[in-house]
C-alpha cells in the first residue's frame, strides 16, 4: 500500500491529527511559564511539539514514500526532544504532575503511532525494491 499524497491530504492522516492536538495542548500548558522562560524552554518546547505536525505535512508535500519517511523520521527526533523539554518543564515546577501526564501520555501514543508509520513505509519501499 502506497502513500499517495496530495498537497492537503495530510490533514487526514491520524498521526497528524495527533500530532496538530498535542500542539494546541502544549501551547495551552505552555502558557502560564514565566515570562523570564519566553525565550527559553517556553519557546524550545513549543518548536519541537509544532515540529512534529510539520514535518509530517512537508513530507505529504515531497516525491514518495522514502522522502515522506525522511521526514517522518525527522518529526519522530522532535517528539523525543518535546519528551526531555516537557520532563526538564516538570522537574522545574512549571508543569503540574496531573498535566504532564496527560502530555506525556499523548506524546508517546504520537511516537508509537510515527513508529508504525515509519515501518510500514519502510516495508513498502523493501516490496518495491523486490
Avoid at 525565550?39 to 508535500?61: D, K
Amino acid at each position: 500500500m502506497s502513500y499517495d499524497r496530495g498537497v492537503q491530504d495530510f490533514h487526514g492522516l491520524k498521526v497528524w491529527q495527533k500530532a496538530h492536538a498535542l500542539t494546541l495542548a502544549v501551547y495551552i500548558a505552555t502558557s502560564d511559564f514565566p515570562r523570564e522562560e519566553q525565550y527559553g524552554l517556553t519557546s524550545q518546547i513549543r518548536r519541537a511539539c509544532s515540529s512534529v505536525p510539520a514535518n509530517i505535512a512537508e513530507g505529504c508535500g515531497r516525491d514518495g514514500d522514502v522522502e515522506f519517511s525522511r521526514f517522518c523520521r525527522i518529526a519522530m527526533g522532535s517528539a523525543c526532544e518535546l519528551d526531555y523539554h516537557l520532563l526538564l518543564a516538570k522537574d522545574l515546577k512549571l508543569l503540574k504532575e496531573k498535566e504532564y501526564a496527560a502530555l506525556w501520555q499523548s506524546l508517546n501514543e504520537l511516537k508509537k503511532m510515527l513508529s508504525s508509520l515509519q515501518r510500514r513505509l519502510k516495508a513498502e519501499s523493501l516490496k518495491l525494491i523486490a
